[in-house]
């Protein structure tokens, strides 16, 4: 069993910055791609960015060269810098880990992010 403990989110200006984090905790796997989703009501849930423990990422086309998902500090935590936010990035953000060892799927319980004057 894996838990996700999100932190981070609110509400900011546009233009304006925010960082996420997700800690993963529990039986977590050697091999693992963890990443954010974000979803709006009456839309698919969308990949924002994920990271695999390797080291490779993956960014949605509507966010690259904005966000930056990285593991700087320790294997079990990503963090997700935010810039340039605009007020279509308003949704609610989903950490998400997935083990390539074993095919299991864990999700975070969401944080809201709002971008408004």
């Known amino acids: 069993q894996v838990q996700l403990v999100e932190s981070g989110g609110g509400l900011v200006q546009p233009g304006g910055s925010l960082s996420l984090s997700c800690a993963a905790s529990g039986s977590t796997s050697s091999r693992y791609v963890m990443g954010w989703y974000r979803q709006v009501p009456g839309r698919q849930r969308e990949l924002v960015a994920n990271?695999?423990?390797?080291?490779?990422?993956n960014y949605g086309d509507f966010v690259k060269g904005r966000f930056t998902i990285s593991r700087p500090y320790a294997e079990s935590t990503v963090y997700l810098q935010m810039n340039s936010l605009k007020p279509e990035d308003t949704a609610v953000y989903y950490c998400?880990?997935?083990?390539?060892?074993?095919?299991?799927?864990?999700w975070g319980q969401g944080t809201q992010v709002t971008v408004s004057s």
């Open positions: 998400k880990y997935l083990s390539i060892d074993l095919p299991q799927e864990y």
């Open positions: 990271i695999f423990s390797y080291g490779v990422t």
